[in-house]
C-alpha cells in the first residue's frame, strides 16, 4: 500500500505538471492524491500495534476514500465528455456528506476489529443502515462509471480514441471485478484485509499507460502532429544527413511490409533503387525540392510507382539537419510501366534522361558503363517505338508523367 502511495503521487503529479491549466489534468491530480492518502492511512492502520491507532488510522483514511470515490464519478464524467447536468455532480458529492458524519461519529462499514496470527481482521457491520448505504452509494458509482466508458468506448470514432476508450474501459472492469473478488471473497476466506484501496492502481496503470503510449490528455503542437503525421494518405519519411531512415508513417507498411520501426536506419537505396541524385541535389543546397518517380514492387508483384517529393528539413540556423520525403502513388506511370515492360534499370535511366544529364553522369550514378547506358537507351526508345529524347518527353506527357527536376 505504500508503495502504491508513492506511485500514484508520482502519476498525480506527473499528469499535473504537463498542463496545470487543463481541467482533466488538475482532477486527475486530485484524483491521484486522495488514492495515495488512502493507501498511506490503510497501510498506517494495518500495521497499527494497538485498536485504538487502528482506528484512528482507519477513519483517516476512510475520509480520502469516501472522496475518491466522488471525484472518481466527476473524473470519468470529464473524461469521457458526458453532457451531465452539474445539479447531477453536487447531488453525488452530497450524498457522501452522511458517510463522513459517520465515519467520525460512530461505525459505517466495520464496526469491530480483532487481531489475528499478527494481522487485524476487520469485521464488516452487516445490521449497521450506513454500511448499506455506503455500499450502494458505491457500486450505483462504479455502475455508473462503467456505463459511461462502454459508451465512449463505442462512441469513439479515431482509432487514437478507440484505443483510449478500451484501455479505460478494461483496466476500470479489471479493478471492479479484483475489488468484487478481493474484498467479498479472498478477505473473509483468507483473514486478509480488505485491499480495495490497492486495486485502484489497475484503473491509474490503464491511464497511465495511455499516457504513455497514446498520449492521452497531452495534446500538444507535437502530439497532434504526430496524428496528422500518421494519418496522412502519403508516404512519409525523414532521413538524417547520413541518408538514414529516423522518422516514418504507417504507410511504410503498405509500401515495403514493415512497421516504421522495423525500417530505422535503411537508406534510400533499400527502399527505392538508386536516387542518390535528388538526395544530392537537396543537401548540397541545389534545389530545395527534388522530384523523383520511384518503383516499389512489395510486398504484392504489382509495381507501384511513386512520386516523391525530397526538401531539406533545417534548424533555426538555417542549417540542413535532415530530408523530408512525401511520396504518393502516380497511376499513370504505373500504367506506363506496365504497358512497355520497362525494368528497373531502364526505368532509372528515364528519369536520368529526363533531369537532362549527361551519359557519363548517368553512368556514374547508376554504377555502369557508358556503353551500358547507351545500351539501356536504345531498349527503352525500341520498347515505345521512339527515336530520341524529344519523343520520350511527349510519350510520358501522354501518362501524365512529368519530371520537375
Given at each position: 500500500?505504500?508503495?502504491?502511495?508513492?506511485?500514484?503521487?508520482?502519476?498525480?503529479?506527473?499528469?499535473?505538471?504537463?498542463?496545470?491549466?487543463?481541467?482533466?489534468?488538475?482532477?486527475?491530480?486530485?484524483?491521484?492524491?486522495?488514492?495515495?492518502?488512502?493507501?498511506?492511512?490503510?497501510?498506517?492502520?494495518?500495521?497499527?500495534?494497538?485498536?485504538?491507532?487502528?482506528?484512528?488510522?482507519?477513519?483517516?483514511?476512510?475520509?480520502?476514500?469516501?472522496?475518491?470515490?466522488?471525484?472518481m464519478?466527476?473524473?470519468?464524467?470529464?473524461?469521457?465528455h458526458?453532457?451531465?447536468?452539474?445539479?447531477?455532480?453536487?447531488?453525488?458529492?452530497?450524498?457522501?456528506?452522511?458517510?463522513?458524519?459517520?465515519?467520525?461519529?460512530s461505525?459505517?462499514?466495520?464496526?469491530?476489529?480483532?487481531?489475528?496470527?499478527?494481522?487485524?481482521?476487520?469485521?464488516?457491520?452487516?445490521?449497521s443502515?450506513?454500511?448499506?448505504?455506503?455500499?450502494i452509494?458505491?457500486?450505483?458509482?462504479?455502475?455508473?462509471?462503467?456505463?459511461?466508458?462502454?459508451?465512449?468506448?463505442?462512441?469513439?470514432?479515431?482509432?487514437?480514441?478507440?484505443?483510449?476508450?478500451?484501455?479505460?474501459?478494461?483496466?476500470?472492469?479489471?479493478?471492479?471485478?479484483?475489488?468484487?473478488?478481493?474484498?467479498?471473497?479472498?478477505?473473509?476466506?483468507?483473514?486478509?484485509p480488505?485491499?480495495?484501496?490497492?486495486?485502484?492502481?489497475?484503473?491509474?496503470?490503464?491511464?497511465?499507460?495511455?499516457?504513455?503510449?497514446?498520449?492521452?490528455m497531452?495534446?500538444?503542437?507535437?502530439?497532434?502532429?504526430?496524428?496528422?503525421?500518421?494519418?496522412?494518405?502519403?508516404?512519409?519519411?525523414?532521413?538524417?544527413?547520413?541518408?538514414?531512415?529516423?522518422?516514418?508513417?504507417?504507410?511504410?507498411?503498405?509500401?515495403?511490409?514493415?512497421?516504421?520501426?522495423?525500417?530505422?536506419?535503411?537508406?534510400?537505396s533499400?527502399?527505392?533503387?538508386?536516387?542518390?541524385?535528388?538526395?544530392?541535389?537537396?543537401?548540397?543546397?541545389?534545389?530545395?525540392?527534388?522530384?523523383?518517380?520511384?518503383?516499389?514492387?512489395?510486398?504484392?508483384?504489382?509495381?507501384?510507382?511513386?512520386?516523391?517529393?525530397?526538401?531539406?528539413v533545417?534548424?533555426?540556423?538555417?542549417?540542413?539537419?535532415?530530408?523530408?520525403?512525401?511520396?504518393?502513388?502516380?497511376?499513370?506511370?504505373?500504367?506506363?510501366?506496365?504497358?512497355?515492360?520497362?525494368?528497373?534499370?531502364?526505368?532509372?535511366?528515364?528519369?536520368?534522361?529526363?533531369?537532362g544529364?549527361?551519359?557519363?553522369?548517368?553512368?556514374?550514378?547508376?554504377?555502369?558503363?557508358?556503353?551500358?547506358?547507351?545500351?539501356?537507351?536504345?531498349?527503352?526508345?525500341?520498347?515505345?517505338?521512339?527515336?530520341?529524347?524529344?519523343?520520350?518527353?511527349?510519350?510520358?506527357?501522354?501518362?501524365?508523367?512529368?519530371?520537375?527536376?
Open positions: 500500500m505504500f508503495f502504491i502511495f508513492l506511485i500514484a503521487i508520482f502519476l498525480g503529479g506527473y499528469i499535473l505538471i504537463i498542463d496545470p491549466k487543463n481541467k482533466t489534468h488538475r482532477m486527475f491530480f486530485l484524483l491521484a492524491i486522495n488514492m495515495a492518502l488512502w493507501n498511506l492511512f490503510a497501510a498506517l492502520a494495518f500495521s497499527s500495534s494497538t485498536e485504538k491507532q487502528l482506528w484512528l488510522f482507519f477513519r483517516i483514511g476512510a475520509v480520502f476514500e469516501i472522496i475518491f470515490v466522488s471525484l464519478f466527476h473524473f470519468i464524467i470529464i473524461l469521457t458526458s453532457r451531465i447536468n452539474t445539479l447531477i455532480i453536487l447531488t453525488i458529492y452530497a450524498l457522501s456528506l452522511p458517510v463522513h458524519y459517520k465515519n467520525w461519529s461505525f459505517f462499514v466495520f464496526d469491530r476489529a480483532k487481531r489475528e496470527s499478527n494481522i487485524w481482521v476487520l469485521h464488516p457491520a452487516f445490521h443502515f450506513w454500511m448499506h448505504y455506503w455500499t452509494y458505491f457500486e450505483f458509482i462504479l455502475v455508473i462509471s462503467l456505463i459511461l466508458l462502454l459508451r465512449q468506448l463505442k462512441r469513439a470514432k479515431t482509432q487514437r480514441g478507440k484505443q483510449q476508450a478500451r484501455i479505460f474501459f478494461y483496466s476500470f472492469l479489471v479493478y471492479v471485478v479484483a475489488c468484487i473478488i478481493g474484498d467479498y471473497f479472498l478477505s473473509p476466506h483468507f483473514k486478509i480488505p485491499l480495495s484501496p490497492s486495486y485502484l492502481i489497475l484503473f491509474l496503470i490503464g491511464i497511465s499507460y495511455s499516457i504513455a503510449k497514446y498520449r492521452f497531452n495534446l500538444t503542437q507535437v502530439t497532434v502532429s504526430k496524428d496528422i503525421l500518421e494519418n496522412m494518405d502519403e508516404l512519409i519519411i525523414l532521413f538524417d544527413t547520413n541518408i538514414e531512415l529516423v522518422k516514418a508513417n504507417r504507410k511504410t507498411f503498405k509500401y515495403f511490409g514493415h512497421s516504421p520501426s522495423k525500417m530505422i536506419g535503411k537508406n534510400p533499400d527502399l527505392f533503387g538508386n536516387v542518390a541524385i535528388c538526395f544530392q541535389k537537396v543537401l548540397s543546397g541545389q534545389q530545395e525540392i527534388a522530384t523523383c518517380l520511384v518503383k516499389v514492387e512489395f510486398p504484392t508483384p504489382r509495381t507501384t510507382v511513386l512520386e516523391i517529393h525530397l526538401s531539406p533545417k534548424d533555426k540556423h538555417e542549417k540542413i539537419t535532415g530530408i523530408l520525403l512525401r511520396g504518393k502513388e502516380t497511376p499513370g506511370a504505373t500504367q506506363f510501366i506496365e504497358r512497355f515492360h520497362i525494368s528497373n534499370r531502364e526505368w532509372e535511366t528515364i528519369q536520368y534522361l529526363n533531369i544529364i549527361t551519359n557519363r553522369e548517368i553512368a556514374r550514378y547508376m554504377n555502369i558503363s557508358e556503353r551500358t547506358v547507351k545500351a539501356h537507351i536504345a531498349h527503352i526508345y525500341n520498347k515505345l517505338g521512339i527515336k530520341n529524347k524529344f519523343e520520350l518527353v511527349n510519350k510520358l506527357r501522354g501518362f501524365s508523367i512529368s519530371f520537375r527536376n
